[in-house]
């Protein structure tokens, strides 16, 4: 059994951290994000083999006739995968030297019998730069996926191969990688808060569709049927766009992802869809984004958002594609709770005096990988009177959750199923109006009239407070002489130092 590891949510991992490691090792000197996509690849294909070989196992004692009909598979969500495609036949030829050309062909052969994959997978293995002895030990290397019985358990190990591979990417390409992934723990931590039992879950910048895949997760953990979330996204990065309709196809989920160049503000692919719930993670203070070209533009109800940065455009967007009803959860940078330059300051005004911003969370440090700029999430709500849940009106909830989460290695910190617990609980416990309190230095219910004496900056510490200090109890006497002992040391070590610099400087004379 390989050693147990533990992921983002603490669970254990056990064969995938220990399978990265084995296809890392494989890499040599490629760049991680060439190495990306010739390994997300071959786990894809080899998901859908599996899917397939079970499936047709299946029709052979049923319904053998049936075993070679195309239909009797897309039936059931199954990809069909003609002979040349199948796992078994490049395993069978790992070791010769142009299984670089037969991982193209199965690649193209697939797209070819199933549309909603054209131009998705990559078909570039048989490029002189890629190893074929590389390329055929990972054939050997995921070959040994261990797959459990039945075809569900086969989807969502090889789904919990595909995500953590992606994460781990995400960790070697530093900023750039991250860019196209948000860690999972900050996405738990959206999804428990908003909780997408049921209807049109949308990500204008889906990136390699984590958002789904947590929404997914947690309906499937609720007991839910995973039909009943309807998932829509848009990506205009092409490569990353390719890497969530994988990603997305590995777990089994129906989804309507749009790729264009332009993205979501200059080419809307999806102008009359309204959902349920929102999830997004754009880039932070984009400069570029076109805005010059869209000042006059139906999105913008509560103020034209600057061309220097896209930050209320996306807010702004967001609420625009929401239900009468609806609700999200957004990623953007600290700078969006507090600014006023180019006109952002009235805009977030506005957006308090609409009432729709309903819960703003200051998240630590390190949580992601491409960027160190301290983030936030700002969470909004269509309509704070909705009868699932209280009367919110003229309300926000702070949430400062800087001190939560434990670093992972040197450089990035993850939330625990504890923290998230803690955040969404409050969240739920204030959105319900059942035994809720204010926290001090943690959470904090806020006016509308309070957060207009701040100015309508939302930064959570203005309102939430310093947590209270707990009583020392310790006699003074105790205390006191304590006290005098920590002065002592202090005295000891400045005099330790002064004496240091001294012989120093004399050493620096005596050679002038």
């Given at each position: ?14 064969f ?18 060439d190495y ?16 397939f ?7 052979l ?12 598979y ?6 069909w995968?003609?002979?040349?495609a ?12 142009g ?5 193209d062909?199965?690649?193209?052969a ?5 549309a ?8 570039d293995?048989a490029?002189?730069?890629l ?7 990972l ?6 996926i261990p797959l459990?019985?039945?075809k569900?358990?086969a989807r969502?190990?090889l789904?919990?191969?595909y ?6 990417f ?8 991250g ?11 959206m999804v ?15 990136g ?11 309906v499937?953990?609720h ?8 998932i829509?996204?848009?990506?205009s ?29 200059h ?20 400069s ?11 999105r913008?109800?509560?103020?034209i958002?600057p ?21 999200a ?5 600290n ?15 506005a ?22 700029i301290p ?14 849940f ?19 290695d040197r450089?990035?910190?993850e ?6 617990e803690?955040?969404a609980g409050?969240?739920?416990r ?21 957060i ?6 939302l ?19 105790e205390r006191?002489?304590?006290l005098?002992?920590?002065l ?10 002064t ?14």
């Amino acid at each position: 059994m390989a050693k147990q590891a533990e992921n983002e949510n603490g669970a254990n991992l056990g064969f995938e951290a220990e399978l990265f490691k084995a296809a890392d090792k494989l890499r040599g000197n490629m760049e991680p994000s060439d190495y990306k996509h010739v390994a997300l690849g071959l786990i894809f294909l080899k998901h859908i083999s599996d899917s397939f070989e079970a499936k047709r196992a299946e029709l052979l004692t049923e319904y053998p006739e049936g075993a070679e009909d195309p239909d009797e598979y897309t039936a059931e969500n199954v990809f069909w995968v003609p002979k040349e495609a199948r796992w078994s036949h490049l395993r069978a030829n790992a070791k010769q030297s142009g299984i670089g050309k037969l991982i193209d062909e199965a690649m193209l052969a697939i797209e070819n019998v199933n549309a909603s994959l054209k131009a998705v997978l990559p078909k570039d293995y048989a490029r002189p730069a890629l190893n074929a002895v590389m390329l055929g030990e990972l054939i050997d290397l995921f070959s040994g996926i261990p797959l459990g019985e039945g075809k569900g358990k086969a989807r969502d190990v090889l789904g919990r191969v595909y995500e953590y591979f992606i994460g781990q990417f995400a960790g070697s390409e530093g900023k750039r990688g991250g860019e196209f992934y948000t860690p999972r723990s900050v996405v738990r931590t959206m999804v428990e808060m908003l909780e997408p039992h049921e209807g049109r879950v949308y990500d204008p910048c889906c990136g390699s569709g984590g958002m789904f895949v947590q929404s997914e997760n947690f309906v499937e953990s609720h007991e839910g049927r995973i039909g009943n979330i309807a998932i829509y996204g848009q990506e205009s990065n092409y490569t990353t766009w390719r890497l969530a309709k994988m990603n997305l196809a590995v777990r089994g989920i129906d989804a309507d992802i749009r790729w264009n160049s332009e993205g979501s503000f200059h080419k809307d692919e999806l102008p009359d869809l309204r959902a349920d719930y929102s999830l997004a993670n754009p880039p932070f203070n984009i400069s570029d984004w076109g805005g010059e070209r869209v000042r006059e533009d139906a999105r913008w109800k509560y103020g034209i958002p600057p061309a220097s940065n896209a930050n209320f455009a996306w807010l702004q967007h967001i609420l625009h594609h929401l239900g009468p009803n609806g609700t999200a959860g957004v990623v953007l940078a600290n700078g969006s709770m507090s600014s006023t330059q180019s006109g952002e300051g009235e805009i977030r005004k506005a957006m308090i005096e609409g009432d729709v911003v309903d819960c703003m969370i200051a998240l630590p440090g390190q949580l992601f990988y491409s960027t160190q700029i301290p983030a936030c999430l700002w969470f909004l709500a269509k309509n704070k009177k909705n009868e699932k849940f209280r009367d919110r009106s003229s309300e926000i909830l702070f949430i400062d959750a800087r001190k939560f989460g434990h670093m992972v290695d040197r450089t990035r910190r993850e939330f625990s199923d504890a923290d998230i617990e803690s955040i969404a609980g409050t969240y739920h416990r204030w959105r319900e109006g059942k035994d809720y309190d204010d926290v001090a230095g943690f959470c904090k219910s806020a006016t509308r009239m309070e957060i207009a004496t701040h100015g309508h900056v939302l930064t959570p510490g203005r309102y939430v407070g310093t947590e209270a200090a707990e009583e020392d109890d310790t006699p003074f006497p105790e205390r006191f002489a304590a006290l005098q002992v920590n002065l002592e040391e202090q005295f000891t070590q400045s005099g330790l130092l002064t004496e240091t610099i001294r012989q120093k400087l004399g050493r620096v004379i005596a050679n002038g």
